[in-house]
């Protein structure tokens, strides 16, 4: 007994060393992934911070897909705004054109060691006119009728296809294609239930708002003026500038129209020009807000919770003349006949004339009444409202009556977005120094 006892003693004795040493070295090693994991969550972080300016305009994008430096995202700049440790960003055009390749650097600051992630993005298709986040919507009459761009959606969207023109990108179904089993394109004019379109685009809504607090919008034009239902001034806060609450103006619809005096004829309308300034909607949902005879050439207009209206006349109150895209052709080469149109050639048969080319300013189009980006969560746009840039539906329903949307790819560069409208294509971990 007494020499089974000195057995397992002298056998603790032997191993203890041992055992130690194997706790010390499993110590060590946790220390060294825990270092190692901070140097690959800055190399994250330094992804994160290239894709966020990306998502602030489109100039940033074509610039880096282009290979024109961005300061700061380069390889030029230490951050050190994460504790630990720092990282660098680099922005530089991907393995194809019009892509771009993200790389994040992150340094451990008390082992020195370098993780290294790239990332490479594609954009969402730049020439879109009508964006749809959720998909679906209803319509009293047709679909909005998107000129010189596309329609993207990011889930199912039904209405009357009345003609053969524009494309269609969607992730769900779209009133050319209701059945999600292939082929659902035919790389022409019908794309539907695509499954390449990443996450829907989001406009930074915090940073309207606060440009719309610091724009000034005035109260009457030459021959307009923006009205409360019940004769008192509309009232803003701050004063007279472009975010209208319907909580300082409770029970009343806001106006945006010609004088009432004057009769319906050309010229007779508000109008407000200023590219740097937003109109912002702070509403309950229901109806707050009618832009009627009125023209509002703006950085953009904002409806959040829904409650704005489009409210047109047939009488050509406002004529823009806007320059066709040089990639509109591309948009009306429908070959799906249709009611009413050839099936062909679309372009010939709604753009005829010299004066009706790709890059030709200027095509004059009648009652236009937002140039700018207009983003409503629920519109209401009735009468054949026109506008000029981009329309994008936030929500799941809206109610057009023939609503004409004809893009401008200048007006797509000056949107930011809180989620960037591109999709991840590859991802990996590299090597390379600091």
């Not at 406009?203 to 034009?221: E, F, G, Q, R």
């Not at 109150?317 to 080469?333: G, L, N």
Request: glycine residues 8%; contains cysteine.
């Amino acid at each position: 007994m007494l020499a089974a006892f000195v057995g397992i003693v002298l056998l603790v004795l032997l191993f203890f060393p041992l055992v130690i040493q194997l706790l010390q070295n499993e110590s060590k090693q946790a220390v060294k992934k825990s270092k190692a994991t901070l140097a690959f969550q800055l190399g994250e972080v330094g992804v994160s911070k290239g894709v966020a300016k990306l998502s602030e305009n489109w100039v940033n994008w074509t610039n880096a897909a282009a290979g024109v430096p961005i300061a700061g995202y380069r390889d030029d700049r230490t951050y050190e705004d994460v504790n630990g440790g720092s990282y660098k960003v680099i922005l530089t055009p991907g393995s194809t054109p019009g892509t771009v390749l993200v790389v994040g650097k992150g340094r451990d600051k008390s082992t020195q060691e370098v993780r290294v992630i790239e990332a490479e993005y594609a954009p969402m298709n730049p020439d879109t006119g009508l964006i749809f986040n959720k998909g679906f919507s209803f319509s009293e009459s047709a679909l909005p009728q998107v000129h010189w761009g596309a329609v993207r959606s990011y889930g199912n969207f039904f209405g009357t296809a009345g003609t053969a023109f524009p494309r269609y990108f969607s992730s769900g179904a779209t009133p050319r294609d209701t059945d999600p089993t292939p082929p659902n394109t035919n790389n022409v004019d019908n794309w539907s239930f695509q499954t390449n379109m990443g996450s829907h685009p989001a406009p930074d809504l915090a940073y309207y708002k606060a440009k719309a607090m610091n724009s000034t919008v005035p109260n009457t034009s030459a021959t307009g003026q923006i009205s409360r239902s019940d004769g008192n001034p509309v009232v803003r806060n701050p004063p007279n500038s472009g975010y209208f609450q319907v909580s300082l103006n409770p029970g009343n619809l806001i106006t945006f129209d010609k004088f009432s005096a004057l009769p319906e004829l050309l010229g007779n309308h508000y109008e407000f020009r200023s590219s740097t300034s937003v109109l912002y909607f702070e509403t309950t949902g229901s109806s707050f807000a009618f832009i009627r005879r009125a023209f509002l050439d703006v950085e953009a207009v904002i409806d959040p919770q829904g409650g704005v209206s489009l409210y047109n006349s047939n009488i050509p109150f406002h004529v823009f003349r806007a320059t066709i895209p040089a990639t509109a052709p591309v948009h009306y080469e429908g070959t799906t006949v249709r009611a009413g149109t050839t099936g062909v050639a679309e372009w010939n048969n709604n753009f005829v004339g010299v004066y009706a080319q790709p890059n030709h300013c200027c095509y004059d189009i009648p009652n236009v009444q937002i140039h700018g980006y207009f983003y409503s969560i629920d519109p209401d746009l009735r009468e054949s409202s026109k506008m000029v840039g981009i329309l994008q539906v936030g929500g799941n329903t809206g109610m057009f009556e023939g609503t004409q949307v004809y893009f401008d790819p200048a007006v797509l560069n000056k949107v930011v977005w809180a989620n960037a409208p591109i999709h991840l294509l590859s991802w990996k971990e590299t090597n390379r120094s600091w």
